[in-house]
């Protein structure tokens, strides 16, 4: 390569062998000096000692979110309500407690139940959820 190139492959968690094999094949290949590779799994699903052995670089880990920052992504996600920090916080620990706090899984999750109509903001602006 001549030019900068990022590569990223996303959910390793999900990948076969003969696929983990083709990135450290990649990551090891020492003609490819403008290459970047990002790669994402779930800590709790991949364990990603070959790859690792290999890098050339710096492994960031994410953490899942707390209750309180679930709550705040949900006042984000609600920003007319005027339910109050109270009842975001609540509806927080139990989109947690589903999701593990995955932020991915927040969004889809809180997203599924709105569009069944489990999470509503009245007319009146108030946060009301049926779980």
Not at 11 to 38: G, K, N, Q, W, Y
Not at 51 to 57: A, E, F, N, P
Not at 115 to 122: A, D, G, L, P, R
Request: charged share 25%.
């Amino acid at each position: 390569l001549e030019h900068p190139t990022v590569l990223f492959f996303d959910d390793l968690h999900f990948a076969d062998r003969e696929s983990i094999d083709v990135i450290e094949a990649i990551i090891t290949d020492d003609t490819s000096s403008h290459l970047m590779v990002v790669c994402s799994y779930r800590s709790e699903e991949f364990d990603p000692v070959g790859i690792s052995s290999k890098l050339r670089g710096q492994t960031l880990t994410i953490d899942a979110f707390d209750d309180k920052a679930v709550g705040e992504i949900l006042a984000c996600l609600f920003p007319r309500s005027v339910s109050g920090e109270s009842a975001t916080m609540e509806l927080g620990k139990l989109v947690k407690r589903k999701t593990n706090g995955n932020i991915f899984s927040v969004l889809q999750f809180v997203e599924r139940l709105c569009e069944k109509k489990y999470i509503n903001v009245t007319d009146e602006n108030q946060l009301f959820w049926d779980l």
